[in-house]
């Protein structure tokens, strides 16, 4: 069987002398790894385009026996300039790159992950300043695209309005209302409190895409806030926390 399609480069290495794996994300079957046999040296069937975060338009071809993909022809539609000359940078790229591989991709999700992957490597590439919180944005933004969106526009309780914030419940993906967080059966439960200004950050988050996340510092106590909300329903939910430059399951 081959096909035609769109791809990110998540991820490249050596594979034998020649050869090279690489794993994409496809615009319409999720992460897949390929393995592009002379990868190395043919400037003919790859341009030299094989490089991590390069979107490319890719021929591949199934094996005889079925086991694995061969990437048959690839050419280069966009890429990062800038991105690849600030350290910084890349380390951010890095990882959210890493949370998206440990999370994974399916047909049904790919083709909005893989406009969030474009948007984001864009937005790292051009953007003059970034968020201080921008994995962690990633984070939650990517979660909700997976179908893991934490409830924040109204108590998950009573239903009623957070007025000046509330108590994210970190095991319910929900946030309670003054008056529900005051109830005996509530009382002890762990959880963040986050501010109204920080929930209405979240909420933004959750709807936009990077290139539209605000940039500038918010107060001290929001920040804080949101990345313990944030880090927390992570661990919590999706069972991974940031460790040693990789993520690991917990």
């Given at each position: 069987?081959e096909?035609?399609?769109?791809?990110?480069?998540?991820?490249?290495?050596?594979?034998?002398?020649?050869?090279?794996?690489?794993r994409?994300?496809?615009?319409?079957?999720?992460?897949?790894?390929?393995?592009?046999?002379?990868?190395?040296?043919?400037?003919?069937?790859?341009?030299?385009?094989?490089?991590?975060?390069?979107?490319?338009?890719?021929?591949?071809?199934?094996?005889?026996?079925?086991?694995?993909?061969?990437?048959?022809?690839a050419?280069?539609?966009?890429?990062?300039?800038?991105?690849?000359?600030?350290?910084?940078?890349?380390?951010?790229?890095?990882?959210?790159?890493?949370?998206?591989?440990?999370?994974?991709?399916?047909?049904?999700?790919?083709?909005?992950?893989?406009?969030?992957?474009?948007?984001?490597?864009?937005?790292?590439?051009?953007?003059?300043?970034?968020?201080s919180?921008?994995?962690?944005?990633?984070?939650?933004?990517?979660?909700?695209?997976?179908?893991?969106?934490?409830?924040?526009?109204?108590?998950?309780?009573?239903?009623?309005?957070?007025?000046?914030?509330?108590?994210f419940?970190?095991?319910?993906?929900?946030?309670?209302?003054?008056?529900?967080?005051a109830?005996r059966?509530?009382?002890?439960?762990?959880?963040?409190?986050?501010?109204?200004?920080?929930?209405?950050?979240?909420?933004?988050?959750?709807?936009?895409f990077?290139?539209?996340?605000?940039?500038?510092?918010p107060?001290?106590?929001v920040?804080?806030?949101?990345?313990?909300?944030?880090?927390?329903?992570?661990?919590?939910?999706?069972?991974?926390?940031?460790?040693?430059?990789?993520?690991?399951?917990?």
């Open positions: 069987m096909w035609n399609e769109q791809a990110l480069v998540l991820r490249m290495g050596p594979f034998r002398e020649t050869d090279i794996w690489l994409l994300l496809c615009r319409k079957r999720g992460m897949l790894t390929v393995f592009a046999f002379g990868g190395s040296r043919s400037r003919r069937r790859f341009c030299g385009c094989l490089d991590i975060w390069n979107t490319l338009r890719c021929r591949v071809r199934s094996s005889r026996d079925g086991r694995f993909l061969n990437l048959e022809e050419t280069l539609q966009s890429g990062p300039r800038r991105l690849r000359t600030d350290w910084r940078r890349m380390g951010l790229a890095a990882n959210c790159l890493r949370f998206a591989e440990a999370l994974g991709t399916g047909e049904e999700t790919a083709p909005e992950v893989f406009a969030l992957l474009e948007d984001l490597r864009d937005t790292l590439d051009e953007a003059e300043d970034l968020p919180l921008l994995p962690l944005f990633f984070r939650l933004r990517l979660a909700g695209a997976l179908g893991f969106a934490p409830s924040l526009e109204a108590c998950g309780r009573c239903g009623g309005a957070l007025g000046e914030g509330g108590l419940a970190l095991d319910e993906g929900m946030v309670l209302c003054a008056q529900c967080r109830a059966q509530e009382i002890g439960r762990y959880g963040v409190v986050v501010p109204r200004g920080g929930l209405d950050l979240l909420r933004f988050v959750q709807q936009e990077p290139s539209r996340w605000p940039v500038a510092e107060p001290a106590e920040r804080r806030a949101c990345a313990r909300a944030i880090d927390g329903f992570v661990q919590y939910h999706l069972g991974l926390a940031w460790e040693g430059n990789h993520f690991r399951r917990v």
